[in-house]
């Protein structure tokens, strides 16, 4: 049985769930229907034990710095969102795009290689299980617009704000 560290966060984007072990995050969520993040847990790890914790590793503390301005402070946490490789890839290239920015999936597929891959990384996007810590709200339409996000387009608005990228 893996044992996995929880905590549930109030975040000014509403309540998170942390998921992370030996210092690593493995998934940051927005609260959802109760049991879905046991079973995402299962999805990836089989038997599971989440064990609820204070500040686990100290992360909880670097996202509280985060949201009180601090946008920089989630840079340094490790992640491992599991996923295929693909996703992966696109996950570690989420990473590599700086708090105040913003880039389209196009820019991301063509990082990877192929600009036809666009949908392919927007679906790796949506599946992406560490949110905003894998900055997947960083990404926009070519046209600048807003796309979806899993936590609402209003809380994606509300994160680029934050980091002070220019919104039309």
């Given at each position: 049985m893996h044992c996995f560290l929880t905590e549930r966060l109030e975040t000014p984007v509403g309540p998170m769930v942390l998921v992370a072990k030996d210092g690593v995050v493995l998934l940051f969520e927005f609260e959802g229907t109760p049991g879905r993040v046991e079973r995402q847990m299962r999805a990836r790890f089989g038997d599971v034990e989440l064990q609820a914790a204070t500040n686990p590793f100290g992360i909880s503390d670097q996202i509280r710095d985060y949201f009180a301005g601090d946008i920089r402070a989630?840079?340094?946490?490790?992640?491992?969102?599991?996923?295929?490789?693909?996703?992966?890839?696109?996950?570690?290239?989420?990473?590599?795009?700086?708090?105040?920015?913003?880039?389209?999936?196009?820019?991301?597929?063509?990082?990877?290689?192929?600009?036809?891959?666009?949908?392919?990384?927007?679906?790796?996007?949506?599946?992406?299980?560490?949110?905003?810590?894998?900055?997947?709200?960083?990404?926009?339409?070519?046209?600048?617009?807003?796309?979806?996000?899993?936590?609402?387009?209003?809380?994606k608005e509300w994160l680029l704000r934050h980091e002070g990228a220019l919104l039309l």
């Open positions: 989630l840079d340094t946490l490790l992640t491992d969102g599991g996923g295929t490789e693909f996703e992966r890839q696109v996950w570690a290239e989420l990473r590599q795009i700086p708090a105040g920015t913003t880039v389209s999936y196009g820019h991301i597929a063509r990082k990877l290689g192929d600009i036809q891959h666009s949908r392919a990384v927007g679906t790796a996007n949506g599946k992406n299980p560490i949110a905003i810590i894998v900055p997947c709200h960083r990404v926009i339409g070519a046209d600048g617009s807003m796309t979806g996000y899993g936590g609402g387009i209003k809380n």
